[in-house]
Structure formats: C-alpha cells, structure tokens
C-alpha cells in the first residue's frame, strides 16, 4: 500500500525573551479532535507552496502575526494520527522572531504564552511530551521521527538525528 501522508507543518512560536512558547488551547469546538489539548500552530500544506510558506501562512492565519526568523527542528511522522487513521507527516518549527501581537483567541481556541518548562504540566496529547524536549533543546541538528498512533494513542516513538 502506498504511504500517502497528509503533509503539515507545527510551529512553536518562541516570546521575544526565549522563554515562553505561544500554544493554542484547543477549547472554541466541540467536533474537535483535539479539544481540551494544547498544541503548537500549524496545518495542512495547500497546493503551490513549500513548506515554509505554509508554516508562515499558517501562523499568520491561526496567530496574526508574521515569521520574520524560523528553523526548521525536525520531522514527525504520525501513522494511523487522523481522526479517521490517517497518516500525517509534519514539518516541525521554531519561530523566533516575529512581528505583530497575537489575538487571545482565533477559531480553534484560546492562544496563550506558556513557559517552556511549564509545557509538561499542560494537557496535550501524550505523544507530544515525547518530541517537545527535542524542538528545545540546544542540539543544532533536526530530528526525525515516527511516532505510530492507534484508537487515539500512541503506539510507540523513536527518532533519529542527522
């Protein structure tokens, strides 16, 4: 069977003084997959754009502001993630600089400044407590990683770094 991911990008917005990440809470639907979850800003990558593009645009769309410096952290591969069983393979980031001043809300929820070292004290998806250590760290290489869901929870993790 072909592997056919749905391609996305998270991003983890830094606070001009290095401390705090920009999370949204994802609380405004009840439909949502990820509802009562923290999480990174991101989405699906459109037709006609590379991956930077759609993680900027993705910002801009979810945060209001605009990406001036980014890095790319790593990759995540996340079979069997989708509401449905899809595969999903993100592009994760870290802005750290940007322009603008993020709105408290958007459609999905409420946007807020965390602490990093706050981050593991916040509800999340349990998969996410496992890479979030590898966006922060001071080692410059990206990692790679694959991280297989199934019925909503993580099966397994490992990763790689180049």
Known sequence: ????????????VLSPDGRSVL???????????????YNGL?????????IAACMRREIR????????EMSLRGTLNWPGFGKNGEDWLSFIFVVTRFEG??????????L?????????????WEGDKNF?????????????????????HMVSWNYTRL
């Open 101 to 110: 001043e993020p709105p408290a809300t958007n459609a999905e929820g409420s």
């Open 42 to 50: 991101g989405g699906k990558m459109e037709p006609g754009e590379d």
């Open 23 to 37: 999370m949204i809470h994802r609380n405004a639907r009840q439909d949502d997959q990820h509802l009562g979850k």
């Open 132 to 152: 979030l250590p590898l966006v922060f760290d001071e080692d410059p290489r990206p990692f790679h990683g694959v991280m297989p869901y199934q019925d909503g």
């Open 61 to 68: 769309e979810e945060a209001g502001i605009e990406c001036l």
């Open 112 to 124: 807020e400044w965390v602490p990093i070292e706050g981050l593991d004290d916040l509800p999340m």
């Open 1 to 12: 069977m072909p592997y056919t991911p749905i391609v996305a990008t998270l991003g983890y």
